[in-house]
């Protein structure tokens, strides 16, 4: 099955300060952490979280409108055998509660089961980051060896 590419351009705008843009015009801020823009780091957990958020809300929220919809996304930086630096492990910590009725009581009921399908199998962001995934760097449209 042929896949879209998904395709997001930064841009510099100042000293350790950068703009994220898609395709539809959409934009994100991001820096070194010196100021109260995301940093690199804390988009790729906010991109966890999001994306494992999206696969349990879009179930859910069709039997019942969530009283609370939480996800903490934390990750523990490390430095590797390599000596290079990554997240381990990144956890999500998922509070999504409901009211007290038939429509709450059956969303409830599927949230855990949601929750390990997206892990499983439907959050794109998590599968990649847990996967062996090949990234490619480029300066001018060649690949660095």
Same mark, same amino acid.
């Given at each position: ?54 696969? +349990? ?38 509070? +999504? ?27 794109? +962001? ?9 990234? +490619? ?9």
């Amino acid at each position: 099955m042929p896949s879209a590419t998904k395709k997001v351009t930064v841009f510099r705008r100042g000293e350790g300060r950068y703009v994220a843009t898609n395709a539809r015009g959409g934009q994100v801020r991001l820096g070194n952490g010196a100021d109260d823009d995301f940093t690199p780091v804390e988009l790729l957990l906010a991109a966890i979280g999001g994306c494992s958020s999206v696969d +349990v809300d879009n179930v859910t929220s069709r039997r019942d409108e969530p009283e609370q919809f939480e996800v903490v996304v934390s990750g523990a930086r490390i430095v590797d055998e390599a000596g290079g630096n990554r997240l381990d492990p990144v956890t999500l910590d998922f509070a +999504v509660h409901f009211k007290d009725t038939e429509e709450g009581r059956e969303a409830a009921g599927l949230v855990e089961r949601l929750v390990k399908l997206s892990r499983d199998k439907e959050c794109t +962001v998590a599968r990649t980051v847990s996967a062996d995934t090949q990234v +490619v760097f480029k300066v001018d449209g060649q690949p660095l060896d």
